[in-house]
């Protein structure tokens, strides 16, 4: 499935300020909980993840994909985003501060295979990637991820 | 013919970075003409499969959990920069 069809605008926020890089993943798994794609504990399996392997979600500079496993309460697979304002530090000194996050919840290993290739494409792309940081209105986002 | 080389992307969970970091990798021996596959694993499996393999490749936050193996371990910082992980790989697997 693409992004398009993980991702619909209910589970796109723009402009979010949080307090910590905890609050950033609650805030971005709250989405997820109140579209009914995750079950609650899925946020808390979440924050549970980066604690214990530590920041590795945070895959880029300014980009962080927290993600837990199914059974932690995965309902269908499913994306969520959230564009930080300010940005938060994660405690991944290389990627330091988080700008957007795309959390995943995934049933198995190919159903968001496909959203993952779209999300690694706008983030390799320059122009795409600063676009996507710098976005103030949903049709300017759901433009760039949805690519129409 | 060369053996095939087997390459290990390993994350937390085998879901969602080591995905990421498999997508770029396939994009990696494609550039550089290496016949390779490139499997998943997850910090818990990783050790067992790393036997196996001619190298892993792994984020920079992580590469510590791995422990010992004899295989040469990459650890990405930033796993969109294809450019790096494609120095990375090369040097790791002595092509030049």
């Keep these: ?148 | 013919m060369a053996k095939r080389l087997k390459i290990l992307a390993v994350c937390g969970m085998g879901i969602g970075t080591s995905m990421l970091l498999k997508m770029q990798l396939d994009k990696v021996i494609k550039n550089l003409d290496i016949d390779a596959d490139v499997d998943l694993a997850d910090i818990s499996t990783a050790r067992g499969m790393a036997v196996n393999a001619d190298l892993i490749v792994t984020s920079n936050e992580l590469v510590d959990r791995i422990g010992d193996v004899t295989a040469p371990i990459i650890a990405v910082a930033n796993f969109m920069d294809l450019d790096s992980l494609t120095e990375g790989v090369r040097s790791a697997l002595k092509l030049d």
């Design chain 1, 1 to 148: 499935m693409n992004i398009k069809e993980l991702l619909p605008v209910e589970r796109i926020a723009l402009n979010v300020q949080v307090n910590d890089w905890e609050d950033a993943v609650r805030t971005v798994g709250r989405l997820m909980v109140d579209t009914g794609v995750v079950e609650e504990r899925y946020i808390e399996g979440m924050i549970a993840t980066a604690k214990e392997l530590g920041p590795y979600i945070v895959i880029a500079p300014g980009v962080a994909i927290p993600h837990s496993r199914p059974e932690d309460g995965v309902i269908t697979t499913c994306l969520a985003f959230a564009q930080l304002n300010p940005p938060i530090n994660f405690g991944n000194e290389a990627n330091d501060p988080v700008r957007v996050l795309f959390a995943l919840g995934a049933l198995d290993h190919s159903e968001h295979v496909e959203a993952l290739k779209e999300i690694a494409e706008i983030l390799t792309d320059q122009d795409q990637f600063d676009k996507l940081l710098n976005a103030e209105s949903l049709n300017e986002i759901t433009a760039i991820l949805y690519g129409d």
